[in-house]
C-alpha cells in the first residue's frame, strides 16, 4: 500500500468517525446544526483582561458566556482550548462530569468543532485563566480536522486554496490579513477625516474600453446587448468624470482592478488599489498626500515608521527622497541620456523600443528600480509613457509625473492630469495605433473621456496607491499571495481532491 493510499483510508476514517459523532448528537437531540445563536458575554481576550488581576488559584463567583473553535483536548475532555477571533482560553470540567453528565457530548467533541461553553471565572495554579465548565453546546461539528497545530497547512497552494484552514492553524496569516483590513481602514479614515475631506465613491467595474493604465484587460461578454466589456484596469477615467461634474473636488475609490497579465510574487490578476482625485491640485500635491496615506498606513500596520522587511529596515517617515528618472539612471549607470552618445551606449545594454522614453523606461528598470529600497519618488517620466499626464511646461517631453518605489517595486504613481481634450485625442490616436500595431496593452481612444473632457476640466491631481504590495511591505510578506485572502489559482486538476487530506 502506497502512502497515498494509506493517507487518503486514514482521512476517509476520521471523516467517518466524525459523521458517527454528528449522528450521535442528533439521536440525542442535540443537532449541531439547529443551534440558531449563542449569546456570547465575552470575547476571549476580554475574559483575559477583566480577570488579569486574579492570583493563583483564585476563583470568582462571575459566570461568562464564550463560544469558538476546539484546538485542543487534553486529559479525556478534562481540559479544552477554545479559540475565537481573539486569543484561545482554557475550560476545565472536573473528571467526574467528563464522565458524567456531560459524557455525551464529550464523547463527541472533536478538534475543529466550535462549541458554546458557560461557566465561572479563576486562575488555576499554574497561572490560567480558565472557565470551570457548567454548561456546553455544541454549535457546529467540523466533519474535517483542522491543520495539524504547531504547523497549519504545510503545503504552500493548499493554503491559499483553502485560506479557512490556514487561517484556524496559523496565527501568522491571521496576523496578516487582520493588518491588511487595518491599513486599508486607516487609509480610509485619513481621507474621509475633516482635515482632508474626500468623498468616497464607487465607478464601474465593466467597461465598454478598457481604459485608464496601459494593460492588458479581461474581456467578457454582454449577452443582452452583444457587446463586449471588459474588467475594469483602473478606475481613473470614471473618477475624473466625476470631479469634472462637480460631484466634489475631491473623491477617491478603494477596490478591485483586473489585468489579465502573469502571476508572480509581485503581481496578483485581481489586485486592490486606492486612487483619488483632486481638482486644482498638481503632482506635487498628489506627493505630500502620498506620504501621509503611506506614513499612516504604517503606523497603523506596526505602531510606527520604522518597518522590517528581510534585510532591510524602511522608514516611511516623510518626507520621502525625491529624485528624476533621469538623475537616478545616471546616479546607478553612469548614463546621461540627454546625450546622443550615452543614449547609444545604453541600448547596447538594454533592450528598448525605438523612442527616446522607451530607452529612459528600460534603463530605469535595468539600472535603478532593485536599488531603491527605501521609498522614493521618481519623478518626470517620458511623457511617452504618461498618456493620461500633463506635460512638463518646462520639459515637454516629459511628463508632471511620479513614482514612488520601495524596495525595488512600484507602489504608487501619480500625475498632474492632462485636461487639454485636444491634446488627450491626438494621444489617445497615438495609442490607438500601437495598439493597432499589436500592442493590445495601449489605450484605445475614449470618446466618452474626451466629451466630459470637452466640458471643461479643471487643473487635477491624481494618486493611486497599490494596497497589496504596500501590506506586503508593512506585514514582511515575500509574496503577494500571503496579504490577498484569496489570490487566484489555477483551477485543482483531477485527482488532487482526494489526496488534500495529507497537506495537513
Not at 73 to 87: A, K, P
Request: aromatic content about 6%; overall charge negative; proline content about 6%.
Amino acid at each position: 500500500m502506497t502512502d497515498q493510499t494509506t493517507q487518503e483510508s486514514g482521512a476517509s476514517t476520521e471523516r467517518a468517525n466524525r459523521e458517527a459523532k454528528l449522528q450521535a448528537l442528533r439521536q440525542l437531540g442535540l443537532d449541531p446544526y439547529n443551534a440558531a445563536k449563542f449569546p456570547k458575554s465575552h470575547k476571549n481576550q476580554a475574559v483575559h483582561e477583566a480577570y488579569a488581576h486574579l492570583q493563583p488559584d483564585e476563583r470568582t463567583e462571575d459566570s461568562v458566556a464564550v463560544a469558538g473553535r476546539v484546538m485542543a483536548i487534553r486529559n479525556s475532555g478534562m481540559f479544552i482550548d477554545i479559540l475565537d477571533d481573539t486569543v484561545k482560553l482554557q475550560v476545565y470540567t472536573p473528571k467526574d462530569q467528563v464522565q458524567g453528565e456531560f459524557a455525551p457530548i464529550m464523547k463527541a467533541l472533536d478538534l475543529g468543532d466550535i462549541i458554546g461553553v458557560e461557566g465561572k471565572v479563576r486562575r488555576t495554579k499554574r497561572g490560567e485563566i480558565t472557565v470551570d465548565l457548567s454548561r456546553i453546546v455544541v454549535l457546529a461539528k467540523a466533519l474535517e480536522p483542522p491543520p495539524e497545530k504547531w504547523h497549519g497547512l504545510k503545503n504552500v497552494e493548499q493554503r491559499y486554496r483553502h485560506r479557512e484552514y490556514d487561517l484556524i492553524g496559523n496565527e501568522d496569516s491571521r496576523r496578516t490579513l487582520r493588518t491588511r483590513f487595518r491599513v486599508i481602514q486607516a487609509v480610509r479614515q485619513f481621507l474621509t477625516a475633516p482635515a482632508q475631506d474626500f468623498l468616497e465613491v464607487e465607478t464601474p467595474m465593466l467597461h465598454s474600453i478598457a481604459g485608464g493604465a496601459i494593460a492588458k484587460p479581461f474581456v467578457t461578454h454582454h449577452n443582452a446587448l452583444d457587446i463586449p466589456l471588459y474588467m475594469r484596469i483602473a478606475p481613473e477615467l470614471h473618477l475624473k468624470r466625476l470631479v469634472i461634474g462637480g460631484l466634489s473636488e475631491k473623491v477617491f475609490e478603494i477596490n478591485r482592478c483586473f489585468r489579465n497579465e502573469g502571476i508572480s510574487p509581485r503581481h496578483n490578476p485581481e489586485f486592490t488599489t486606492i486612487e483619488l482625485y483632486q481638482a486644482y491640485a498638481d503632482y506635487a500635491d498628489m506627493m505630500d498626500i502620498a506620504e501621509r496615506i503611506i506614513e499612516a498606513a504604517a503606523i497603523a500596520a506596526t505602531g510606527g515608521t520604522d518597518v522590517s522587511f528581510g534585510e532591510h529596515t524602511i522608514s516611511f517617515k516623510r518626507p520621502f527622497r525625491r529624485a528624476t528618472m533621469l538623475e537616478l539612471i545616471q546616479e546607478h549607470s553612469g548614463f546621461d541620456l540627454n546625450q546622443a552618445a550615452d543614449q547609444a551606449k545604453a541600448r547596447a545594454v538594454v533592450d528598448a523600443g525605438p523612442s527616446w522614453g522607451k530607452l529612459v523606461e528600460a534603463c530605469f528598470e535595468h539600472f535603478v528600480e532593485p536599488r531603491l529600497i527605501q521609498p522614493t519618488h521618481v519623478v518626470e517620466l517620458p511623457k511617452a509613457i504618461s498618456p493620461l499626464a500633463k506635460a512638463n511646461p518646462a520639459r515637454p517631453e516629459v511628463a508632471e509625473r511620479f513614482e514612488t518605489f520601495c524596495n525595488g517595486w512600484e507602489i504608487a504613481n501619480a500625475f498632474s492630469e492632462l485636461a487639454d481634450p485636444q491634446e488627450q485625442r491626438r494621444r489617445f490616436e497615438a495609442q490607438q495605433e500601437q495598439r493597432d500595431a499589436g500592442d493590445d496593452e495601449a489605450h484605445q481612444v475614449d470618446e466618452d473621456f474626451l466629451k466630459a473632457q470637452a466640458a471643461g476640466m479643471m487643473p487635477m491631481g491624481g494618486l493611486g496607491v497599490g494596497i497589496d504590495r504596500l501590506v506586503m511591505l508593512l506585514t514582511n510578506s515575500p509574496t503577494i499571495r500571503e496579504v490577498i485572502a484569496f489570490p487566484t489559482l489555477r483551477p485543482r486538476q483531477h485527482g488532487e481532491a482526494a489526496a488534500e487530506g495529507d497537506e495537513s
